[in-house]
Structures are given as structure tokens and as C-alpha cells.
């Protein structure tokens, strides 16, 4: 047997082995297709088989004792193939080889956590994670000034808000009949600071650095962050301010004070000039001002106040809150009150009952 012959009869074993294997029977079922591959003794005259018999050459020839025929490996195998074909279509259905194959969609074959990863990372048109009964309540858990998720609806959209409607100490109040005794003035430990001015939402907001502070009471408080209402929430015996301000302080046990300044027009102010010129260009985003603000400057020459208990003016409207409204209003210019307009014309709460609260003024 020469060197190509060699080859040729490797690579038919080969195919036929690949065969049975893909027929579903085993190595050995295999091998048992590619052996009479190996039955070349060498030339012999071939006998032309009758056409009643045309599937098998190899064993006419050893019936006859002639001389074994060369066996043309790719016919025998084209042979044992159809055997085993018609093996399959006569076999009884769930048999060994009733092979049933399913069809699936793409998006149907990944399961859904997969399907809303996929979302999440190409951007797809589904909506990321979305699942109805969660969509309904964040919608529902948005707060607004105005319209269905306003102010008369606060109380409903989540279990944390019920104070909104259900608090009896709540803010903002207007403030008439103060009684007027000798309070201790408010300290303010008020330094020039690094901020921020963050747009939330619902207000201009100004993050500080830590470090400034005020003592009322025996109780120091530490500033957390200062934001605005327009017009003003509170009211003094009826009037209504053009804008408010409130600076939130915190003390170590978590309790809150909020300082209330109200503006009237005038001249401008430089400080609040200072925030208009930080202010972030889009909604939720927050800039860093390269200049610190000079807190001390916000305040009145005249820090005489009012102080009562109420509570926060947005959701959850916590309450246990001291409130501590300067007496006396600051001044803005016509085009500072302007410009917070533009951004938001309308966010103050709605006044609140007083509830028969002691509110205490300082002489």
C-alpha cells in the first residue's frame, strides 16, 4: 500500500468514525462503520453486481469465492449511512433517536433578569428594570408645589409623608401675637466658607463646608446647607416677603433649627449675588464655586427673632423642628428676586394651622 493510499484510507476512516458518532451511536458503533475501510488486500478484477443486488458488491464477491473486489470506502460508507437512516425513520417515536428540536426568539431564550441587563447596558427601547407596580409608586412618590402631586397631596403618596397631613405642629405658620419676653440673642459662629449650589428639583441649594454654627437655648447646632423659597413661606401678622431663605442646622442628637431670612426688595445683595453667579446650568446638577462665601454677610445689622416649634416645609414634613425667623428683612434687587423666578416662579408651601403654638419674641 503506497504512502497516498495510506492517507487516503486515514482520512476515510476518519470521516466514517465522525459519522457514527454523529448518528448517535457509540465509539465502538463507529469503528464497526470504518473497518471494512481496512479490507484492501490489493488489485483485483472487479465483478459488476447484478442489479438485484446493487447494495452489496462486497458480499457477492466472497459468496462467489472470487477474489475480493477493491471496496470503494466512500460508497460503503454511503451505504451504512442509509442503513442507519432507515434505522431512525422506523424507530418508535421517543426512541433513541427521536430528536425533537424547539424554537425560540432571541429575547425569549434569555430569561428575564438577563433581558433587563441587556436593557441596562445597550440602551434598548424596554424601559431598565421597569416593573409596573414600582413605576406607579415612584411616580406617586414625586412631590411637587402644584397640580395632582402638590401640596394637598403630600400627605398620600407615601407612608413617610402622613405627617404632611396629619401633623399637628407643622410649617410654615403666619406669625401673629408673639409674645415678646427677653430671649437670649442666637450666637452665630458664621465663618467664610467653601460651597456648592445644587439644584434639587424644588429649590436652589447651597452645601457647605462644615465649621459654621449657631448656639441657641444652651444647644449648638451645626449649618448643614441653606436653600430659598419664592415668595417667602412664613408670614408676619399677614404679609407675605417676596422670598425666603432658610439655613438648616443640625445638633449631635440629630435635631433640627432653621434659621428663616426674609427678603424684601432693595438694594442687592452681594452674597446672594454670589450663589446666582455659581448656579449649575441644568436640574440635579451641582457647582463647585472657586471663591468662598462670606456667611456672617447674609444676615441682618437687626437679629432680633422669632422662635416657635413646627416642622420641616417639604416631605416628610418632620416635625419637632425650632423654628427661628429673623424679625427683620434683608433686601434683594428687582433682578436677583428676577432670577430665581425664572428657574422656579412658585415653591412655597401653603400656611399652616398654628394650632394654639407658643410663639416667643425676642425684645
Excluded at 451504512?80 to 433513541?96: D, H, I, N, Y
Excluded at 408670614?235 to 427678603?263: C, N, P, T, W, Y
Excluded at 471663591?291 to 456672617?296: A, F, I
Amino acid at each position: 500500500m503506497t504512502p497516498s493510499t495510506l492517507a487516503t484510507v486515514s482520512c476515510v476512516r476518519t470521516g466514517m468514525l465522525l459519522a457514527g458518532l454523529l448518528l448517535g451511536g457509540n465509539a465502538a458503533q463507529a469503528s464497526e462503520l470504518a473497518a471494512p475501510a481496512l479490507v484492501m488486500r490489493g488489485p483485483a478484477k472487479a465483478t459488476k453486481p447484478t442489479p438485484s443486488d446493487k447494495t452489496a458488491p462486497a458480499a457477492q464477491a466472497v459468496a462467489s469465492g472470487a477474489p475480493a473486489a477493491p471496496v470503494d470506502p466512500l460508497e460503503h460508507l454511503r451505504q451504512r449511512l442509509s442503513e442507519r437512516l432507515s434505522a431512525v425513520r422506523t424507530s418508535v417515536a421517543g426512541g433513541p433517536y427521536d430528536v425533537r428540536v424547539s424554537k425560540r426568539s432571541p429575547a425569549a431564550a434569555a430569561s428575564p433578569a438577563q433581558a433587563t441587563a441587556g436593557s441596562r447596558k445597550t440602551g434598548a427601547q424596554v424601559t431598565p428594570g421597569h416593573d409596573p407596580g414600582k413605576a406607579a409608586d415612584a411616580h406617586i412618590s414625586h412631590w411637587a408645589y402644584q397640580g395632582g402631586t402638590g401640596p394637598e397631596s403630600w400627605g398620600g403618596l407615601k407612608p413617610e409623608f402622613s405627617l404632611c397631613r396629619t401633623g399637628q405642629r407643622q410649617s410654615p405658620i403666619d406669625i401673629r401675637g408673639g409674645l415678646a419676653v427677653d430671649l437670649e440673642p442666637v450666637t452665630f459662629d458664621y465663618h467664610a466658607s467653601k460651597f456648592a449650589v445644587l439644584d434639587n428639583g424644588h429649590t436652589v441649594q447651597v452645601e457647605l463646608a462644615k465649621g459654621n454654627s449657631i448656639e441657641v437655648g444652651g444647644k449648638r447646632f451645626e449649618l448643614q446647607q441653606f436653600h430659598f423659597h419664592r415668595p417667602s413661606e412664613e408670614r408676619i401678622d399677614g404679609r407675605q416677603f417676596e422670598m425666603s431663605l432658610h439655613l438648616v442646622h443640625k445638633d449631635e442628637q440629630g435635631r433640627l433649627a432653621v434659621v428663616a431670612l426674609l427678603f424684601d426688595q432693595g438694594p442687592a445683595h452681594p452674597v446672594l449675588q454670589q450663589v446666582w453667579s455659581n448656579l449649575p446650568l441644568e436640574h440635579g446638577d451641582a457647582n463647585s464655586a472657586r471663591m468662598p462665601l462670606e456667611l456672617s454677610a447674609l444676615l441682618p445689622a437687626d437679629r432680633r427673632y422669632y422662635t416657635y416649634m413646627g416642622s420641616l416645609t417639604t416631605p416628610p414634613c418632620s416635625e419637632g423642628v425650632q423654628w427661628i425667623v429673623m424679625r427683620h428683612p434683608v433686601t434683594l434687587a428687582p433682578e436677583q428676586i428676577e432670577v430665581f423666578a425664572r428657574i422656579y416662579p412658585m415653591n412655597a408651601r401653603p400656611l399652616q394651622s398654628a394650632s394654639g403654638r407658643r410663639i416667643l419674641q425676642s425684645n
